[in-house]
């Protein structure tokens, strides 16, 4: 059997037994849902069902090594700034040794990060997946579509200014968020810009409300996802040039998951999140570029994020 366990913030640890069901729509469904990164498959968390096997071995992701990273980010970026893409984020993956188990590895981000989302999925077909997500994608009640745009990337424990870098990439997305909204609503309020921390990074954050009808809850979420902060602006042409450049399939990264229930719905973008293979732990990071960028920063931007699972699985990964 396939076996699921999450923890929103402010919740006890759920678990349960069953199987990921491939599916169409969401439309009428309730439960845990989860896509891959380009919403191309859609899965169905179905509790108590027996998983089929595998139709094939989980196969790693390939590894960039600093100096090839800063090769193809430099030819991304010449392309970004030729074709006059605002916004596009260029991900890569980083390999490591985990010596815990995955459930040792919830157990510890579960406890480290009570105001992110967190899972462990093992799936016959999906792999092993672990995750601990500070971004909402839609906190949907009670005719309310509540929302944020989260982007720019510092290191939490830095006295560095914020620059135009970071707050035009973080306001692309507040702008294509309200802009959507606009077809679905009469009524969107913009928040103010904040600054949060997530574990080792902190970030920009506007919390954004949607006054929307439940029928056209799952519209919405097609119309936003992959919002620029996952893919970039213009959306289409970023993730063409994504395509292009990234020699890894991202799989259930940057895709979304999360539960709905009878017109509600708790949905978050996978972000710091990896697979588990083996021994070896594949971490999936982006870096949003825009004509400001600099290849060197935008390295150290997905090392910083990728400590917000290391410094807690390697730290304990050897009090098992």
Partial sequence: ????RYRFPGEEVAFFEGSFKEVQSFEGINGFVLTNHSESKKYHF??????????????????LSKEDYLIKGA????????EGIEKAVFSRVKEVRIHCLPEKAFEWLQKAYPSAFVYLIRSQELGT???ASPEILADFRNGVFNTVALAGTLPGNSTQKWSEKEIREQQAVVDFIQKTAHDFSQETLIGE??????????HLKTEISIVLDHNRFWELISSIHPTPAVSGLPVDKAINLIHRHESHDRKLYSGYLGRVNDGEAQLYVNLRCGEWIGEHFYLYLGG?????????NEWEETENKSRTLLNILQKGSFDQ
């Fill in 75 to 82: 030819d991304f970026l010449e392309e970004l700034k030729s």
């Fill in 129 to 131: 997946w672990i995750g």
């Fill in 288 to 296: 949003g570029y825009n004509d400001r960028s600099n290849v060197e």
């Fill in 1 to 4: 059997m396939d076996s699921l």
């Fill in 46 to 63: 179905q509790e108590g069902v027996l998983s089929k096997e595998s139709s094939g071995k989980t196969v790693a992701p390939p590894i």
């Fill in 193 to 202: 810009r904040k600054e949060v921390h997530a574990g080792p990074v902190r």
